[in-house]
């Protein structure tokens, strides 16, 4: 059993700074208002038991008394367990401090990598099922690794209230994890561009809306029965579980209202939006939508409702007949039809009367154009792309930057498959494009995206001063989105030589990992895929080094950024990998693994001391070999 007098030190650090530290193990232990004086992390969203002055002073601090467990508890006057504080892994600091409600647990913060600071936060018993990262320790969830579907109506509610973007983006499906649900290609498209939509436009739309206020609160969520999309249905692989018409009941002062939240789709533990939420006016029943999945076979289709213009349902119908077209067209009438589709789009973009609509149908022409011009089937859509910013989008910044950015990616493309291409002046121009293109729409997601591209560039060119400034930007004036969150984990990656670094996550049986246990061997870190080549064959190599440099006690770290689990898993088993392997969904986008250090390319390999000092963030498999005995030659 710990010494109280130890661990009740600890409380009275835990006062003064907010995380606990070491302190003399003979200080006099904290009284129980001290102890109670803790907060939460996330005490502005937990209901937990607040003891009233005068019985503070009865309440009891006492030794934990579980196996595997050590600490402290305070207890009410009547034996009602109040608050938790325990060391789970021996090493005499806290690691877990729990909060009770009624003598049940309802919220716990977490120190997964035992650093002395929380990086994750529960919500448990009558609480809810929430489970958030705080990747940076910087007391900010920046994502979830579990949390239900009433809870993210709940968490849409709150983004509205506080106009807080970084808080709607936690719950909203990002592109690796729509990738993951084995969806048919036009489905998973349009969810795509959905969700984009909502992550591009949620923070104007949340300024704008006057129905939540500042005091609104979550009430109930309310929507029909989940039902299954059977694997099967427009090309899809997998079952697939969603909510249609989900509704947000919210009380707002003395008024209540209703957010219709939309779609969701579980994707693992977690549930996730798709669109942006349609506020109501206070008091007022919002019409139900006819949904993104189980809309009858024949009825509406997406951008086509009952409520839309005889004019927009037969553009719709005629657009519906070129896409089976252009099905089972061969490759000389694709141009033809590519075409009278893109006419078609363009008169729903004229014809819709919501803004929304009209962006929602502008994003489909370019991504539809785009990929047809990509695949060669549409060679003079080249032209249309670079126009489209023009002709729809001149009052709307971020649609504009969305265009534009889609066309350059299709031009630098397009410029890589013309017969005899000189890639040095391609790569020229391309990083050019992307300059301008960050001056012209500063503060846009895609400027964050061209500066992750030129940041990327510089690596290449080993030009680390000027990468690292692009990281910083976009870390900085991008915080809590996908590309702020990259470029973070990069900053963090290029800084760290000669500094002691920290990776956790979960190995693909489900084991938790941290790498500080393995201080006192040097490591390899290595990020790969199935999908690369040159992945796997750093695999054979990195065996060979194993088994050469054993007595040294050399570890290998694999980190798999497959979209898909069973892929990871499958090859994993076939090839009978002999070292750890670590796993996170994700992908290379969207995986915590992923945006630690900011990986962007595969392989990526960093060479870790035995001191666990960083010896190179990105080595190249020909330098192992020779970077290893220089390392060694230092021990």
């Known amino acids: 059993m710990m010494d109280r007098k130890f661990v009740l030190s600890l409380a009275i650090t835990c006062l003064a700074i907010g995380t606990p530290t070491l302190q003399n193990a003979s200080a006099a232990p904290p009284t129980a208002a001290k102890a109670l004086a803790l907060e939460p992390v996330q005490k502005g969203d937990v209901v937990y038991e607040r003891v009233p002055a005068a019985e503070v002073n009865r309440c009891v601090v006492s030794d934990i008394n579980s196996e595997g467990m050590t600490g402290w508890e305070v207890s009410a006057a009547d034996g009602t367990l109040l608050r938790r504080f325990a060391d789970t892994n021996g ?27 929380a990086d994750q936060f529960r919500w448990l018993g009558t609480a809810g099922t929430r489970w958030a990262i705080d990747r940076d320790e910087d007391k900010k969830i920046d994502g979830w690794k579990q949390i239900s579907a009433e809870e993210v109506s709940a968490e849409i ?154 004019e927009i349902q037969a553009l719709v119908a005629d657009l519906e007949t070129i896409d089976q077209q252009l099905a089972t067209a061969d490759k000389k009438d694709a141009p033809k039809l590519n075409a009278q589709r893109a006419d078609l789009v363009e008169e729903l973009i004229t014809a819709s009367r919501l803004p929304e609509d009209r962006a929602a149908w502008t994003r489909q022409l370019v991504d539809t154009v785009g990929v047809a011009v990509q695949n060669g089937d549409y060679p003079d859509g080249m032209s249309r792309l670079r126009s489209v910013a023009r002709k729809f989008a001149v009052n709307d910044k971020q649609l504009a930057a969305y265009t534009d950015y889609q066309a350059i990616q299709t031009e630098y493309v397009v410029r890589q498959q013309t017969p005899k291409a000189d890639f040095e002046k391609i790569q020229e121009w391309y990083h050019e494009t992307l300059g301008d293109f960050a001056k012209r729409y500063p503060k846009t997601n895609e400027s964050a995206l061209a500066m992750l591209q030129l940041a990327l560039s510089k690596e290449f060119e080993e030009k680390e001063k000027e ?61 790969w895929a199935t999908w690369c080549e040159p992945c796997k064959s750093d695999m054979k190599l990195l065996a060979r080094l194993q088994s050469r440099y054993r007595r040294a006690g050399l570890t290998l770290v694999g980190v798999n950024v497959d979209a898909n689990r069973a892929d990871a898993e499958s090859f994993i088993q076939k090839s009978r990998l002999p070292w750890t392997q670590l796993f996170e969904d994700g992908g290379l986008e969207s995986s915590p693994l992923a945006k630690a250090f900011g990986v962007q390319t595969l392989p990526t390999m960093m060479l870790i001391d035995a001191k666990g000092m960083v010896v190179r963030h990105n080595v190249r498999s020909a330098e192992l070999d020779e970077e290893i005995d220089e390392m060694l030659k230092k021990k």
């Not at 970084?166 to 719950?171: G, H, Q, S, T, Y």
């Not at 909203?172 to 939509?197: F, N, P, Q, V």
């Open 467 to 527: 990468a690292l400034s692009y990281y910083k930007t976009v870390s900085a004036e991008f915080r809590g989105t996908e590309a702020g969150e990259k470029a973070a984990g990069a900053v963090r990656r290029l800084e760290s030589v000669g500094q002691r670094i920290e990776l956790e996550g979960s190995t693909i049986g489900g084991k938790q990992f941290k790498l500080s246990q393995l201080r006192g061997r040097p490591v390899i870190i290595h990020y």
């Open 91 to 117: 090493d005499k600091r806290i690691d877990l401090w729990c909060y009770f409600q009624f003598g049940i647990e309802v919220y716990r913060d977490i120190d997964g990598d035992f650093n002395g600071k």
């Open 157 to 310: 509610v709150a983004a509205l209230r506080d106009a807080d973007a970084r808080r709607f983006a936690n719950v909203l499906a990002t592109t690796s994890e729509l990738k993951s649900l084995g969806l048919g290609k036009a489905k998973r498209a349009e969810l795509e561009r959905r969700a984009d939509r909502a992550a591009n436009d949620f923070a104007a739309f949340a300024r704008k809306q006057t129905a939540i206020g500042g005091d609104a609160t979550w009430l109930q969520f309310a929507a029909p029965a989940p039902g299954v999309v059977p694997a099967g249905t427009q090309g899809s692989t997998s079952d697939l579980l969603v909510y249609e018409n989900v509704v947000a009941m919210y009380e707002d002062g003395e008024q209540s209202g209703q957010l219709m939240v939309g779609s969701l789709v579980k994707v693992g533990d977690r549930w996730r939006a798709i669109d942006l939420p349609n506020v109501g006016a206070p008091g007022e029943a919002l019409s139900r939508s006819s949904g993104i999945f189980f809309t009858p076979a024949g009825g509406p289709t997406t951008g086509a409702t009952a409520g839309d213009s005889s």
